[in-house]
């Protein structure tokens, strides 16, 4: 008997998320803060959060619906009383929970392309049909197609990043609107991810005051880009009925005793996680300037943690950016290589904002002569 008897084809037809080898690089392939926490804190704070962690007694489960928890999420991002919150073992396991309690037979989830590759995989795994819509050449919602597909298809959720991911841009918000509106009167569910909502301008607004004016919208965030990647810790923001349901789904004791300690700890922190946000953004528009000027390179605008470029010459085939990649990999500097993911990344590598001293030296690397 072989795996390939009982296992489900197209989940044999996947390849595992691959998560690069980083000892001795610099690392910025993952849109990680490179601020340590709680390392970038001051001494007594350290001490403070050492001390609160010494007290979790791990022979016990830990809390169930992490009631302390949600309370400080609630007070640090002043999540409205009327709406509710379901913590997840990081962004993943939440559209996991979603998609495994939407995938009635011919059910469907759609989202952009190219978007976080999570949402394909995850439609995969749940046995869902995935549909993906096309962004327009500059990463623009192409609302037209998107209304069309949500009409044609009928899908049961829709996932919207806003930041995208690997892109780094915001959508327009009336195309999201319409988006919002299409899918309502076709009853699907609209999940826009804010992952990377810490990093924007004023310009753009956060959706989580808009919640309440729809009956079918929920909002997504991840301490992970705050500089607690580690601790594996998203949330899902939304109504009572839908996540209710949801939590329906959501194995025992997801969420670990000490990264409940933790988190709760961070959250009494939150203005100083978002001055290092301030910091990155800083950091953004200083890298952003430097690889407008470097011969080759056509750098698009973010308002994430990270820098989508292009490299150009022969755009025929991806070699450019693969050359690029091994150039900067040799420098012990490691980055994503975006250009196979889909056709309208081809020669594209994804640069996350890192320390100063990180970006200079990947600003080096990138002037250097191969």
Same mark, same amino acid.
């Given at each position: 008997?072989?795996? #390939? +008897?009982?296992?489900?084809?197209?989940?044999?037809?996947?390849s595992?998320?691959?998560v690069?080898?980083?000892?001795?690089?610099?690392?910025?392939?993952?849109?990680?803060?490179?601020?340590a926490? &709680?390392?970038?804190? &001051? /001494?007594?704070?350290?001490?403070r959060l050492?001390?609160?962690?010494? #007290?979790?007694?791990?022979?016990?489960?830990?809390?169930?619906?992490?009631?302390?928890?949600?309370?400080?999420?609630?007070?640090?991002?002043?999540?409205?009383?009327?709406?509710?919150?379901?913590?997840?073992?990081?962004?993943? /396991?939440?559209?996991?929970?979603?998609?495994?309690?939407?995938?009635?037979?011919?059910?469907?989830?759609l989202?952009?392309?190219?978007?976080?590759?999570?949402? %394909?995989m995850?439609?995969?795994?749940?046995?869902? @049909?995935?549909?993906?819509?096309?962004?327009?050449?500059?990463?623009?919602?192409?609302?037209?197609?998107?209304?069309?597909?949500?009409?044609?298809?009928?899908?049961?959720?829709?996932?919207?990043?806003?930041?995208?991911?690997?892109?780094g841009?915001?959508?327009?918000?009336?195309?999201?609107?319409r988006?919002?509106s #299409?899918?309502?009167?076709?009853?699907?569910?609209?999940?826009? +991810?804010?992952?990377?909502?810490?990093?924007?301008? @004023?310009?753009h607004?956060?959706?989580?005051?808009?919640?309440?004016?729809?009956?079918?919208?929920?909002?997504?965030?991840?301490?992970?880009?705050?500089?607690?990647?580690?601790l594996?810790?998203?949330m899902?923001?939304?109504?009572?009925?839908?996540?209710?349901?949801f939590?329906?789904?959501?194995?025992?004791?997801?969420?670990?005793?000490? #990264?409940?300690?933790?988190?709760?700890?961070?959250?009494?922190?939150?203005? /100083?996680?978002?001055k290092?946000?301030?910091?990155?953004?800083?950091?953004?528009?200083?890298?952003?300037?430097?690889?407008?000027?470097?011969s080759?390179?056509?750098?698009?605008?973010?308002?994430?943690?990270?820098?989508?470029i292009?490299?150009?010459?022969?755009?025929?085939?991806?070699?450019?950016?693969?050359?690029?990649?091994?150039?900067?990999?040799?420098? %012990?500097?490691?980055?994503?290589?975006?250009?196979?993911?889909?056709?309208?990344?081809?020669?594209?590598?994804?640069?996350?904002?890192?320390?100063?001293? /990180?970006?200079d030296?990947?600003?080096?690397?990138?002037?250097?002569?191969?």
């Amino acid at each position: 008997m072989k795996p #390939t +008897d009982i296992i489900r084809p197209e989940i044999g037809a996947l390849s595992s998320y691959h998560v690069q080898p980083a000892a001795g690089f610099i690392k910025l392939d993952a849109m990680e803060n490179p601020y340590a926490f &709680p390392q970038s804190l &001051p /001494e007594l704070l350290q001490a403070r959060l050492l001390e609160r962690l010494s #007290t979790v007694s791990l022979n016990r489960y830990p809390a169930a619906d992490a009631p302390e928890l949600k309370a400080s999420i609630r007070y640090a991002m002043q999540i409205p009383a009327e709406l509710d919150i379901m913590l997840g073992n990081g962004s993943d /396991e939440i559209i996991q929970l979603i998609a495994m309690a939407v995938a009635k037979p011919g059910a469907a989830l759609l989202s952009v392309e190219p978007a976080f590759v999570m949402f %394909k995989m995850i439609a995969t795994f749940c046995g869902l @049909h995935y549909i993906g819509v096309s962004l327009k050449a500059d990463f623009s919602l192409d609302a037209e197609a998107m209304v069309a597909a949500i009409a044609r298809e009928q899908p049961a959720v829709i996932f919207i990043a806003n930041p995208n991911n690997p892109t780094g841009n915001c959508f327009d918000r009336k195309s999201i609107a319409r988006i919002i509106s #299409t899918a309502e009167k076709n009853g699907g569910l609209v999940v826009i +991810d804010e992952a990377y909502f810490p990093f924007t301008t @004023h310009a753009h607004e956060s959706y989580l005051h808009n919640i309440t004016e729809h009956e079918n919208v929920v909002l997504m965030r991840t301490v992970s880009k705050l500089g607690l990647a580690g601790l594996r810790l998203g949330m899902l923001v939304g109504r009572q009925a839908w996540l209710q349901e949801f939590d329906k789904l959501r194995l025992p004791y997801n969420i670990n005793a000490l #990264t409940q300690a933790a988190a709760a700890f961070a959250m009494e922190q939150y203005g /100083e996680l978002l001055k290092q946000c301030d910091v990155i953004k800083h950091e953004r528009i200083r890298l952003a300037i430097a690889l407008a000027n470097i011969s080759g390179i056509e750098t698009f605008p973010s308002e994430a943690n990270f820098i989508l470029i292009r490299v150009t010459g022969d755009t025929s085939v991806n070699t450019e950016a693969d050359k690029m990649f091994a150039k900067l990999r040799s420098r %012990k500097i490691l980055v994503k290589n975006t250009s196979q993911s889909h056709p309208l990344l081809a020669n594209t590598l994804r640069l996350t904002v890192g320390t100063p001293t /990180e970006n200079d030296a990947m600003i080096a690397a990138l002037n250097e002569n191969p």
